[in-house]
């Protein structure tokens, strides 16, 4: 069963975009996951790492794939605690023990 993914689009990064959706789905494509959701966040976003976090335990995603690392925002170490990170040139495995499965 492959794994869950959602994709992170900051909108701070990639205003509407299309080759940021472009990327995410490739990567996850590449990967072999199943993406789930792709949520989108700007400066307007409250607790950003709160939403990014409950979206991918909504969507049963352990992996949360974005274009580059500052998609993630300024504290991508609190989001690897539950979830894998991928960009194209990088992967922050999670480093808790998590399982969006049970």
């Known amino acids: ?3 869950n ?5 900051n909108l701070e990064h990639s ?3 299309p080759a940021a959706h472009l ?6 494509r590449h990967h072999g996951f199943t993406l789930t959701h792709t ?3 700007d400066a307007d976003t409250y607790m950003p790492t709160a939403l990014i976090v409950a979206t991918a335990h909504k969507h049963h995603a352990a ?3 974005a274009p580059t690392l500052a998609h993630f925002g300024p504290s991508p170490k609190a989001l690897a605690l539950t979830c894998t990170l ?5 992967t922050i495995p999670a ?5 969006p499965n049970h």
């Open 5 to 9: 993914a959602i994709g992170l689009i």
């Open 39 to 41: 949520l989108t966040v």
């Open 63 to 65: 992996i949360i794939v």
């Open 23 to 28: 990327l995410i789905t490739t990567l996850v």
């Open 95 to 99: 480093a808790g023990s998590w399982n």
């Open 86 to 90: 991928i960009v194209p040139t990088l």
């Open 15 to 17: 205003p509407a975009d």
């Open 1 to 3: 069963m492959p794994s």
